[in-house]
């Protein structure tokens, strides 16, 4: 089965041993709940052996997530995960911006892509130092 079928995100297909991944950088752009897929993807992993850090969120996060989160193990691929719609980028309407821009719907107008890419542009901006970071410490360097 296609890896964006089976799980929305190719998790499974990046995680061969063959590969020897230390980090995945997962931009959710899921519509609806933003950690479904590194979820199912650890729940996948944990089935079939495949090494993958425990998924934790804090329940207060389910409705508001921040802007990034950070899973680590021993033995295991780190995974930064940052939602597209967070309450750094969106503040309290990030269920105005999740309805208005479905997965499932018709073409976007060039404003509604202007304010998308804006929006999925502070992911990176804003966190910019926290990925430094974490490749950093993977492969062993101080900043």
Excluded at 101 to 111: I, K
């Amino acid at each position: 089965m296609d890896a964006g079928l089976l799980l929305n995100s190719p998790y499974i297909s990046v995680l061969r041993k063959e590969r020897n991944i230390h980090l995945i950088i997962s931009l959710d752009f899921s519509d609806g709940d933003p950690f479904m897929t590194v979820r199912e993807a650890a729940e996948m992993c944990k089935k079939q052996n495949i090494p993958f850090p425990e998924v934790n969120i804090p329940s207060e996060d389910l409705e508001k997530p921040k802007d990034f989160y950070v899973f680590k193990g021993q033995n295991v691929p780190t995974v930064i995960h940052i939602p597209l719609f967070n309450v750094v980028n969106c503040g309290d309407k990030i269920e105005d911006w999740r309805s208005k821009y479905r997965t499932f719907q018709g073409p976007y107008s060039a404003e509604m892509i202007t304010d998308l890419m804006e929006v999925a542009g502070k992911n990176i901006t804003n966190n910019k130092a926290k990925v430094v970071e974490e490749i950093c410490a993977i492969v062993g360097l101080q900043e």
